[in-house]
Structures are given as C-alpha cells and as structure tokens.
C-alpha cells in the first residue's frame, strides 16, 4: 500500500501519526480513504473537489501537476507539501 506522509498542520487529525499506509490507486482514492480513518482530513487537504491550492503533492519524490487525479503504485511514497511563492 502507499505511503502517506502526514504534515504537521495535520497531525492533530491523525492523532500525531506521521505516516499511514493507505490504500488507493490515485491521489483522491488516499484522500478518500484517510478521510474515511480520519473525518475531516480531506477538508484541509482539498477545495472544492480539487486538492487545494496552498499544497502541492509529490509522488516518489516527483512533484505532479496532476492533483489529486495522480496515479500512485502499491509501493509510492506520497507527500503533501506547502506551496512556496517568491519572486
């Protein structure tokens, strides 16, 4: 099963886990499921059906633009992580 790295922000939720095995074939089906494990994860996590704009996903250490339609393998390390701006 994928990996899903827990942020910080989140951790109340998970009850601190940093980590959770999760199963699921794209990024929305992890999301659904952590929201199912853990009720309201998947409000801070995504906005209006799309994963929310302050966060990007990475998958195997590859940042995607593919949101929560990214596919992950049974094996995947998923990371959610904040956006950073600048100029």
Avoid: Y
Avoid at 5 to 33: M, N, S
Avoid at 66 to 81: I, T
């Amino acid at each position: 099963m994928p990996l899903v790295f827990i942020p910080a922000q989140l951790r109340d939720l998970t009850g601190g886990a940093a980590q959770i095995e999760v199963a699921g074939a794209t990024v929305r089906e992890l999301v659904a499921t952590l929201d199912h494990q853990f009720p309201g994860i998947a409000g801070r996590l995504c906005q209006e059906g799309e994963l929310s704009p302050a966060l990007q996903v990475s998958i195997d250490g590859t940042l995607s633009r593919r949101g929560l339609d990214a596919k992950v393998a049974g094996a995947s390390e998923v990371h959610f992580l904040p956006v950073f701006g600048g100029g």
